[in-house]
């Protein structure tokens, strides 16, 4: 591919092809270019799932997790209801843990 910049839509549009074609070089490229635009974890998420680019879900969920924030609706829908359950399942479970080690150490805060 040449340095013209591509939009996200075009990339995606030479994945789809790549992906029917076979055309890993092309697939690469596109990815590569792909991973480099500023998109947000629900997005690259669902374009993950889309063209089969596995090794981008579990950094993202990952970063879903961990975030301060809770999943919104919309990003909720755009990553799929299985993926969402996965990700509001592993936040309960790393605020579990938390508690669990907060009720350790601090039993006189009444978490005991």
Request: no cysteine.
């Amino acid at each position: 591919m040449s340095d013209y910049e591509l939009s996200e839509a075009e990339l995606g549009s030479a994945l789809k092809l790549a992906n029917a074609w076979n055309f890993g070089a092309v697939r690469s490229a596109a990815i590569a270019r792909l991973g480099a635009l500023p998109l947000g974890s629900a997005r690259i998420i669902q374009l993950a799932h889309l063209y089969d680019i596995d090794h981008w879900i579990a950094p993202e969920i990952k970063r879903l997790v961990l975030r301060e924030e809770s999943l919104s609706e919309d990003e909720a829908v755009q990553i799929g209801l299985k993926t969402a359950m996965k990700i509001t399942a592993q936040r309960d479970y790393v605020t579990r843990r938390f508690l669990d080690i907060a009720k350790a150490f601090i039993p006189a805060a009444g978490l005991g």
